[in-house]
């Protein structure tokens, strides 16, 4: 027998073996095999079999399978479904794609950890009239629709959870089981405890951060369908779920779920196509959906469902506007943060009633960046075109794209000046300002330096909401879905860095942040206030948060420029991204491949953008040249990346594509 395996390189094909069912008994799509790859062996993914040879070119000989791994570790079908449509849509090697559903470490047994599955006393919960309405809607269109999507738009507070339950036990107690996806890890543990209560069965928490050995256990127990509740990241969208019922996507506008290396998926759409491919409901839920989805309901293929109240009936929390060019501001030479004295005394009067406070910044380390102050030189990554972030603690400077650190310079580079001083501001260096500005505050910090673990997250998210802290900073991580009863008072920082961001998506991911991070205050019996920092706040967002502009013509705005400039929703974007280590040799072999593709009269020119250099022009040592194209369907991109694959191999450049790309 003959087959063809995916094999986890990016490579944009499969490989041909030959094995002996006498030998290794019988095989399947889906199974995993040991096979020899050049010098070495790996893990593959059998995607195809035959029991005729494959044409081989003279003098190449068909390897053999070394061994087959043991069938509990198989893809169910539909998953082998789903890396095959995913590798197609992506333009993505097909073996990295399978690496993406690959079992934890499958080629050896990691462990015997025991799970107690015994399952618990659910706890009854109740649904106001809007919940109940829309739980019925969903229940209604399931019976009588063909795998329907459900994009369910609840103000923040509304509880959109307790209806994703609702419907996660009518499907469990079908005997079916439920995959809840959530955009950030830091979610996972508070929304397991929340299900488990209230459905009564055990929970599995599938991301990254957990331990290999514990995710081979629960991938084994998953695809038994002993364990029947999985909820994480996105990747748990691969998770081998038996007789799945239900897929939800919480918080479905957020940009995390796009996968941004390797196999570079959307795990929102995938999801969907998952729904479709085993012809179950979806429900996309957020207070600020996204664009596309907004458009897909107006195209018809998806059922919008909407909760305007907040479940404790408290209303949106007021928001108030601080304008840091006419606020009369801190005067500190310790503080360089930018802080209103209006500010500062709001969160000192909320400390004051026992209450607490949220602070949302969107930069991490002590400062951007060390500058010389005698002849103006700032230390960059040696690897990368971008400036090496300060932190003060640790004594070093680190790039936030390869990774790269070092000590603190005693001295300038250039002149030798001891004169270095660290410039701007970051969640670190807040931290330390806000003690100084709230004496009795008692601070947390909640960004990707601080959390090094999954222990770590746990321990600071119930540290604040038992209340042995009152002042919680943070960064993304804190704006979604997080509950905490007693913040009454958020404070955005800096409400520019949103703002003032070059992306045809800037404005709508604004617009959601802002959304989000304000909806953490008030949630709960007491009433929230949120204080929207910034030097220049006359911009539509600010006038949809205060209510001067509805979100509803807003998004006609959105949506109308976005159809003019043949923008998502009105377009498949895909930017195909050029590297090599030889700046000039690139820069030349690129504008030879895209001038070649300008000149075919198939292609609509005012559709395409570039070739230039990347935003982050080098990364790891290696130079980067973006070409962006709005594909008018999916049958063009295709026809075009296939095209730019080709000439790429010929050239001998290195071609990334990212369809549907979220970041620059």
């Known amino acids: 027998m003959y087959l063809k395996v995916a094999i986890p390189r990016p490579l944009d094909r499969l490989f041909d073996y030959q094995f002996s069912k006498s030998d290794l008994g019988e095989i399947t799509a889906g199974d995993w095999v040991m096979v020899p790859f050049g010098r070495s062996k790996l893990v593959g993914c059998v995607v195809e079999l035959s029991d005729e040879k494959p044409k081989l070119p003279d003098g190449v000989e068909l390897k053999s399978v070394i061994h087959k791994i043991p069938e509990e570790f198989s893809l169910p079908s539909e998953l082998v479904q789903l890396c095959k449509f995913g590798a197609e849509y992506y333009q993505y090697p097909i073996g990295e794609a399978f690496f993406s559903a690959q079992p934890p470490s499958p080629e050896k047994e990691l462990g015997t950890r025991k799970i107690k599955l015994e ?108 364990i029947k509740v999985v909820i994480g990241a996105r990747s748990a969208l691969f998770a081998p779920m038996k007789n799945l019922g239900l897929i939800v996507v919480d918080e479905e506008h957020d940009q995390t779920y796009k996968q941004e290396e390797r196999f570079r998926y959307q795990a929102r759409d995938l999801a969907v196509y998952r729904g479709h491919l085993q012809k179950i409901p979806v429900i996309l839920g957020s207070a600020t959906p996204s ?9 018809g293929r998806y059922i919008h469902l909407t909760i305007k109240r907040r479940f404790s009936g408290q209303l949106l929390p007021e928001i108030k506007l601080i304008s840091l060019s006419e606020e009369r501001l801190v005067i500190n030479e310790k503080v360089k943060t930018p802080f209103a004295e209006k500010t500062v005394q709001i969160m000192q009067e909320t400390l004051d009633r026992g209450e607490q406070v949220i602070v949302f910044l969107n930069r991490r380390g002590f400062s951007q960046f060390i500058l010389c102050q005698d002849c103006g030189w700032i230390k960059e990554c040696p690897q990368c ?81 038992n209340g042995e802290a009152n002042v919680l900073i943070g960064t993304q991580m804190l704006v979604k879905g997080h509950d905490f009863a007693r913040v009454t008072c958020v404070v955005v920082v800096s409400a520019d860095m949103l703002l003032k961001w070059p992306d045809f ?11 989000q991070v304000s909806g953490r205050a008030g949630r709960a019996e007491l009433p929230g206030q949120v204080l929207i920092q910034g030097f220049d706040l006359d911009h539509p967002v600010i006038k949809v948060l205060q209510g001067e502009q509805t979100q509803e013509s807003f998004i006609e705005d ?107």
Not at 151 to 163: D, M
Not at 291 to 299: A, G, H, K, P, T
Not at 396 to 418: A, D, F, N, T
Request: charged share 30%; net charge neutral; aromatic share 8%.
């Open 385 to 465: 075109s971008i400036t090496l972030t300060h932190y003060q603690r640790k004594n070093e400077l680190r790039c936030h794209v390869c990774g790269y650190h070092q000590h603190i310079p005693e001295e300038c580079e250039v002149c030798h000046s001891h004169e270095l001083r660290g410039m701007g501001f970051g969640t670190e260096s807040l931290e330390e300002e806000l003690q100084l500005l709230l004496p009795e505050g008692k601070i947390l910090r909640l960004d990707r330096d601080q959390i090094t673990s999954q222990k770590r997250l746990e321990e600071t998210l119930d540290s604040f909401r």
């Open 505 to 515: 998506r800037a404005t709508e991911r604004a617009l959601q942040t802002l959304t």
């Open 291 to 299: 664009l596309e989805s907004i458009q897909r309901v107006r195209d």
């Open 558 to 664: 959105e949506l109308m420029m976005r159809k003019e400039l043949s923008y998502p929703p009105f377009s498949r974007f895909v930017r195909f991204r050029f590297q090599g280590k030889n700046e000039p040799l690139l820069r030349k072999k690129v504008d030879i491949m895209v001038e070649h593709i300008l000149k075919e009269s198939e292609n609509d020119r005012s559709r395409m953008m570039g070739p230039s250099e990347a935003l982050l022009f080098r990364a790891n040592h290696e130079y980067r040249f973006d070409f962006y194209y709005k594909a008018p369907t999916i049958d063009a991109l295709m026809k075009l990346s296939k095209k730019l694959k080709r000439m790429s191999e010929i050239e001998e450049v290195e071609l990334i594509v990212d369809v549907d790309p979220y970041t620059s």
């Open 119 to 226: 399952n618990m006393t659910a706890k009854e919960i109740y649904l106001n009239e809007e919940q109940a309405m829309v739980a019925a809607t969903i229940e209604e269109k399931t019976k009588s629709a063909v795998n329907p999507v459900f994009l369910l738009e609840g103000i923040t507070g509304s509880g959109k959870t307790e209806v994703y339950i609702e419907i996660a036990k009518k499907r469990l107690n079908e005997g079916k089981s439920v995959l809840i996806l959530v955009p950030e890890i830091a979610l996972t543990a508070q929304l397991k405890s929340r299900f488990e209560n209230s459905l009564g069965y055990l929970v599995a928490l599938w991301h990254s951060a957990l331990a290999e050995g514990l995710r081979q256990v629960q991938w084994k127990k998953i695809k038994s369908g002993e």
